[in-house]
């Protein structure tokens, strides 16, 4: 028995393989796509061709992913610069009370496991993110980057 929750707002290209314990609502995955175990991809979240999210990965809402990317295991994406439980009233917040920061991974780029993405960064073409490392800003296309927070170690290629 496969044990997934993939709701029927969920946008899934040809060929797409998602393995057991995922969680998937309101994202477009397309083709050839491989999803790994216990993944959580939330609404608004787009994934391009030929990517391969590996286990253990939290994709949340305003994050693009374009295609022929790899995230390692554990990575996470966070989509809010000031994140709290509450608003100033006391209740718990609600969509109303905080700003979605979108986030870009473009083609051909890697995130090494457990890496850490803050909200409002693109990480450049072919750009590889090193595992453990926490991202604050931008990764400039064909560079290496690794740490916390995450520093240039090198340009690819160079």
Request: glycine share 10%; hydrophobic share 40%.
């Amino acid at each position: 028995m496969q044990f997934q929750s993939i709701e029927s707002d969920v946008k899934l290209g040809r060929n797409v393989r998602i393995f057991n314990f995922v969680n998937l609502y309101g994202c477009e995955i397309d083709d050839d796509t491989k999803i790994g175990a216990f993944v959580e991809i939330q609404k608004g979240v787009k994934i391009g061709k030929k990517c391969k999210i590996s286990s253990h990965t939290f994709i949340c809402e305003g994050v693009t992913i374009e295609s022929d990317v790899f995230i390692g295991h554990n990575v996470t994406f966070i989509n809010d610069m000031y994140p709290r439980a509450t608003a100033a009233d006391g209740n718990l917040q609600t969509e109303a009370d905080w700003k979605c920061v979108p986030t870009l991974i473009r083609q051909g780029a890697s995130i090494g496991s457990s890496a850490t993405i803050l909200c409002g960064v693109t990480i450049g073409e072919r750009a590889i993110v090193g595992a453990g490392s926490v991202v604050t800003k931008d990764v400039l296309a064909d560079t290496i980057v690794a740490g916390n927070p995450a520093r240039v170690l090198r340009r690819i290629g160079k």
